[in-house]
């Protein structure tokens, strides 16, 4: 008796396996139906969560067929429990390097408006700086930014990136930032006017940053808003403490950083 496939699809409407591949902690992937690329963040009952380099999460159920990996249409499955072990990554994201030592310090530097801002860009990207050679150092303001220039001398392989706050159209930072024009200087900001606000709200404990009115110190304005004691060293140590990775900080400010680092750091 000739025996019969009992699959009756004919062959070239048949759809070619893909492979399945565990939704491992960090892997990138883009969702097909939305287009939505982002890293796993959850994998759980059947539904991925994807985050994307602004932060954005998004929560996807893991269908056949239903993802890119490299341009390639795979179907995600639950990771073993004992799955393979991924890099290590740094604070800031970038694949740790177990046992490295810190390179000897460049000519160029990294300079922070605030002592504040120091703490942050070091709690999250100290690994990776440690590792480039790259010194970062806090000015107390930038008044006097274009002559804090001229006395570092920077030159094309002592290059130095300078990362100030409330750098927008027609402020005071800008006018200043305006007067110094050497290629072997790059000067970034953030748009906030004060460092606490690249810190996500939510990785803080609070629906969102107070409005301050104009001419209100804004550190003590922010304390009395949130019922916080008005130490406002106590209050960035809180908020500070909150800060684990770059997923806590605004992209505003995440972007900046990455940008003085990779031009310090150019060859």
Same mark, same amino acid.
């Given at each position: 008796?000739?025996? *019969?496939? !009992?699959?009756?699809?004919?062959?070239?409407?048949?759809?070619?396996?893909?492979?399945?591949? &565990?939704?491992?902690?960090?892997?990138?992937?883009?969702?097909?139906?939305?287009?939505?690329?982002?890293?796993?963040?959850?994998?759980?009952?059947?539904?991925?969560?994807?985050?994307?380099?602004?932060?954005?999460?998004?929560?996807?159920?893991?269908?056949?067929?239903?993802?890119?990996?490299?341009?390639?249409?795979?179907?995600?499955?639950? !990771?073993?429990?004992?799955?393979?072990?991924?890099?290590?990554?740094?604070?800031?994201?970038?694949?740790? =390097?177990?046992?490295?030592?810190?390179?000897?310090?460049?000519?160029?530097?990294?300079?922070?408006?605030?002592?504040?801002?120091?703490?942050?860009?070091?709690?999250?990207?100290?690994?990776?700086?440690?590792?480039?050679?790259? =010194?970062?150092? *806090?000015?107390?303001?930038?008044?006097?930014?274009?002559?804090?220039?001229?006395?570092?001398?920077?030159?094309?392989?002592?290059?130095?990136?300078?990362?100030?706050?409330?750098?927008?159209?027609?402020?005071?930072?800008?006018?200043?930032?305006?007067?110094?024009?050497?290629?072997?200087?790059?000067?970034?900001?953030?748009?906030?006017?004060?460092?606490?606000?690249?810190?996500? !709200?939510?990785?803080?404990?609070?629906?969102?940053?107070?409005?301050? !009115?104009?001419?209100?110190?804004?550190?003590?304005?922010?304390?009395?808003?949130?019922?916080?004691?008005?130490?406002?060293?106590?209050?960035?140590?809180?908020?500070?403490?909150?800060?684990?990775? *770059?997923?806590?900080?605004? &992209?505003?400010?995440?972007?900046?950083?990455?940008?003085?680092?990779?031009?310090?750091?150019?060859?």
């Amino acid at each position: 008796m000739r025996s *019969y496939n !009992p699959d009756l699809t004919p062959p070239w409407k048949r759809s070619a396996p893909v492979p399945e591949v &565990p939704a491992e902690a960090d892997l990138v992937v883009e969702e097909v139906s939305t287009g939505f690329c982002g890293a796993v963040i959850r994998c759980e009952a059947g539904t991925v969560t994807l985050e994307d380099r602004f932060g954005k999460h998004r929560v996807f159920p893991m269908e056949p067929r239903g993802f890119l990996l490299e341009g390639r249409v795979v179907t995600l499955v639950r !990771p073993s429990a004992a799955g393979p072990a991924r890099p290590a990554r740094t604070a800031s994201g970038s694949i740790a =390097v177990p046992g490295a030592r810190a390179r000897v310090a460049r000519a160029g530097r990294i300079y922070v408006e605030g002592r504040h801002d120091a703490e942050l860009v070091e709690r999250v990207w100290g690994d990776d700086l440690r590792i480039e050679g790259v =010194v970062v150092e *806090y000015l107390e303001g930038i008044d006097d930014l274009p002559a804090i220039v001229a006395d570092f001398a920077p030159a094309a392989d002592a290059r130095l990136g300078i990362l100030v706050d409330h750098l927008v159209p027609g402020s005071k930072e800008s006018r200043i930032a305006a007067q110094v024009t050497s290629p072997d200087v790059l000067i970034v900001g953030h748009p906030y006017i004060d460092v606490w606000e690249a810190v996500k !709200p939510a990785s803080v404990g609070i629906p969102a940053w107070p409005v301050i !009115p104009h001419g209100q110190d804004w550190k003590t304005g922010v304390c009395r808003a949130l019922s916080w004691p008005e130490n406002t060293g106590a209050a960035w140590q809180h908020i500070l403490s909150r800060v684990h990775s *770059y997923k806590d900080l605004e &992209p505003q400010l995440l972007g900046r950083v990455e940008e003085l680092i990779d031009f310090v750091t150019a060859p």
